[in-house]
């Protein structure tokens, strides 16, 4: 077995070395009921690299592979170009196979990426500061939540009708454990958000308002009010951005008045994974730091004076703190996190603005293409690289014919939400830079097609 | 062939802190410092290459950004350096033996590597048509299956992202069984040995936690259990092999015991690695348990993560386990059960963890490690991994105090303790020596019912030699340690930083970079 360094001469010398007569020797604490004399049954043996690369190399031939057809998929995860320097750095053995720092002067390398990634975020966030990553942005979204009632002392959230529903479904269950309260509703085809209706429902028992920036359909809506309202009564003002490059031509949650802003960091940097491993991106004002989960890192000195960076504040977690701890978490996403704050660094802000003009330009050309087909509307004033139609048929039909005609079409509303018919004429459409001249004439077509 | 003619030798330092002069540059030679990216990158550099948008007026709803991000840039080389240069202060198991207990670090596979990047696992989106995704849908079936067979459960929940998210899964599962009975309890029993996220996991899904106490020989003490069961104990959260790397050899009559009160019997299965394919959790009574796959099932740590967590469920709890899963018709097609269809396939789901389908890059990873060992090769993980443990268990049993050696074998780790250091010395000066010596410290500290313990878990991908030499190191540094070398103190000497203030960055807490002059201002 090729991962498995011992021989047979190892294991005997070793055996009579701790005074055991067989390897069931070292067994003996196992209940005899429980011990299985030979090997778990109608199992395979072992297998060669080249053998198992076949396996796995047939299922991954049974996909369609997003950047092998045109691909205009969102809602949450969304296919950029990443560097293939970043790949290269996340694959650097001294980064994929370190665990978590808990000896700070030979983890360096990952403590000191962690402190730089906490700052990008922070800046990308208009925040003060930010952790060291949670599971993925749905996660993030609840931790949050969470936060909020700890902060406040209040136990009832609103959570935007624009919020992905993904993310409002990990909320409640969780909020049926915990006792919270949550309200929440579904989007409607309009290019109007529900910032005034949210705005309305604030009263002195909201401990927070949670509004996604872009929100699912894609619109932008100004948050400040909503931060004003919020602050007035007592309540913090929670945003979630699921499409971070947005914010390199958007103005920041932050700066318009957000406490906390939470995220999905996947699309820079981590590529698309049917779904996961991503990386959820948690950011606040610094006077929350005592109440934020995760990890964090610090920036310290060491013994000689010179700086040096550490996992810091850990009495808020659940090894030093177990029941008391702000969270649970313990792994998180640092990998990820690698991948994100190395895309973003190549990026650079002059990148990163680049990459968002690119995006809202190619989103702007595809919306005005597609809303000229007849019988389909756009449903957006304002948007970023993703963008409601409201078709003159059901949307979910109509992506399973695209897919018959080799086309990845978006994401149709229906899928998102199967009970609610007033939304099964949507199709929610993500245009970034992959995206090319041919793959927008082969969707207008297709679309013209199933549309009619 | 005569390399050095001369017959020149070098000299060397008489002590560690003699190790030549200081250099301008504060590197020496292959040990090189690296600036923070934004004190060497600038706001208009960038290292991609981006066509100029097509210019049209923008349809921002009036909210276009109108000030700096302050995101400094490199160019491709500078980043590779940057990164590269970082990596290299960090140590790693490609480097060395990294006895971390409890964590199973383990070799990765580079093939594991190559297998989740092929595009039709690294390029496919979640939410594609399911006629799109069977292949990534059948990866997620065919690991679960293998996950059912080698833990004899019931049936299995994937979408957790960590151990930790899979402990609340296997939680709520619980407290939904028990609503589902009309019978809502309120505390959950956690062994005083327990992980950190056993106590902090049960607070989070809404239950008191109750600590119960270990015996002598560092198991469950059962009467103690026996005596707090009652009809308000929902859960037992047992670590088995336990966090002192024994197995509880009473774990039958634990569960019995705790079915017997009306309650479930949760397992962390951070461990599972010292028995894969030689026990079956479900022949123990367990009602649920994760499977950390960035442990047993070798998925790369990362640095902290991202990590895996599938939760194997007992018969009475698989009909409340969470969405979205998948399952396999007769026909072989796979479809995800989600909240639509729920109502005919899963109707008990106690809701939905995270956004997608969970960590798909973990799941091709473990399958393909699963495949390369096969059922007799997991079986041979286990047996390898716990003479390893004995091995260095017994090696050093004669120099480190050792609480539960007596006893009999242990598991997949070695505890020790630091019973015998001279006054001033303790676990933490042998760790950090350790690092001086090429190695990754075991943990420290933890459990905490072992007084200065040091949890020692070599795994079964190190060689009789690695094992060899870090016995060797570990004698060493154990004798020093009982003759009270005060030079302990100041290890680690080597490493790229000295012992780090850990107070001052908790009193004064610096979490982001800030420009000089902003820096001062803040103050």
Redo the contacts between chains.
Sequence with gaps: ??????SDT??S???Q????KS?D???????K????DG??R??????S?LA??R??????????????VP?F?G???Y?HHV?A?V????????????????????????L??L??F???V???FGC???N??M?????ACWEAVLMAGRITRREKAILSSGL?P??V??C???A????DTLQSGEPTLSAETDAEHLIAGIDEQTSAVVVQYPDILG????LTPIAEAAHAKGALLIAVVTEPVA??????PG?MGADVVVG?GQSIGV?????????GLFACNEKF?RQMPG??????????G?R???L????R?????????T??????????A?AFT?H?????????R??A??N???A??VADRLAAIPGVSLV?????NEFTLELPVEARPA??AM?EKGV?GG?SLG??Y??SPALANGLVVAVT?TVTDEDIDVLEAALKEVAK | MTVNPSGWRPTAPTNASDCGPETVTGNRALQLE?P???EG????????D???????P?????????????????S?PE??R???R??????????GL?P?GS?T?K???R?N???A?????????????Q??????L??ID?LAS?LL??SGMHSVAMSP?????G??CGL?CI?SALEARGDPREVVLVPESA???N????????YR?ESIPANKAGRVDLDALRARLGPDVAAVMITNPNTCG???????EISEAVHAAGAFVYCDGANFNA?V????PG??GIDAMHINL?KTFST?????????GPVVLSKALAPFG?LPFVAKGADGTCKLVE??NSGEEHPNA?????????????F?RA??YI???????????A??A???A??V???LADVLDAPFASA??C?HEAIFSDKGFAEGLGTIDL??AL?DEGF??MTMY?PLVVHGAMLVEPT?????A?LDQFIAAMRSIAERAKAGDEGLK?A?VY????????T???RK?????REPVQAKAAE
């Design positions: 077995m090729r991962y498995l360094p011992l190892d294991r010398q070793m055996l070395a701790v005074g055991a390897i020797d070292l067994f003996v604490d196992v209940p009921a429980a011990r299985l090997l778990v109608g199992l395979p043996l072992h297998a690299e198992v690369e396996h796995m190399g047939a299922l991954s031939k049974a996909n369609m592979v997003a950047g092998e691909f998929l809602c949450g995860a296919r560097p320097s790949d290269h750095i996340i694959q650097r053995g001294e980064f994929l196979t370190s665990y978590t720092p808990y000896q700070p002067e030979i983890a360096q390398g990952t000191q990426v402190f730089e906490q700052t990008q922070a800046r990308l003060d500061i930010a060291a990553s599971y993925d942005g749905s996660t992905h993904h993310y479904s990990v409640n269950t969780m049926k454990f915990t006792g619109r932008i809506t100004d914010l390199g031509l958007i103005k920041s700066e999905e590529g698309l994974q049917f779904g996961g491993p991503y990386v730091v990890r964090l890192a610090g920036e310290t000195v060491d013994a000689e010179k040096g960076f550490v810091t504040l850990s009495t977690e659940q090894h030093i703190r177990r029941e008391k701890a969270s649970n978490i313990c792994t998180s996403s640092v990998l990820c690698l190395a973003l660094t190549l990026l650079g802000e002059k990148g990163l680049r990459l003009s690119l809202h330009a190619r702007c050309e957006n004033d304002g948007f970023f992506v399973h897919v990845l994401v899928r998102l199967p009970d830079e | 690296e923070l990216l934004f990158g600038r706001l208009d550099q960038t290292g991609v981006l066509p100029d948008a097509k210019h049209s923008a349809r921002l709803g009036g909210l276009e950004r109108n000030r700096d991000i302050g995101l400094p840039g490199l491709e980043a590779v940057h990164y590269t970082l990596s290299r202060q960090n140590y790693a198991i490609d480097l990294f971390l964590c670090m070799h990765n596979p093939l590597e190559k297998v990047r092929m595009p039709g696992f690294a390029d496919v989106h979640p939410l594609q048509p006629e799109t995704v069977q292949g990534a059948r990866v065919e293998w067979d080698l992202k960590a151990g930790a998210h402990e609340l709520l407290r992980h950190g996220t106590p902090a996991t049960a607070a989070f899904a809404g936690v024994l197995f509880e050899p009473e774990m039958i028995i394919g030689r026990v079956r022949d123990l960035h790369p740590h990362g640095g902290g993560g991202p990590g895996s969470p909240e639509e106690f809701g939905r963890m995270t956004a997608f389908h969970g960590q798909m890059g973990m091709t399958l393909t495949l390369s060992h096969g059922a007799d090769g997991l079986r041979q993980v047996e390898d716990v003479l390893n004995n091995y268990l017994r090696s009999g074998p598991m760790a950090k690092i990754h410290p933890f079964e991908t190190e060689s009789k690695a100041s680690p490493a790229p930083r000295r012992r780090l203030d850990e001052l960055a908790a807490p610096v979490l982001v970079y």
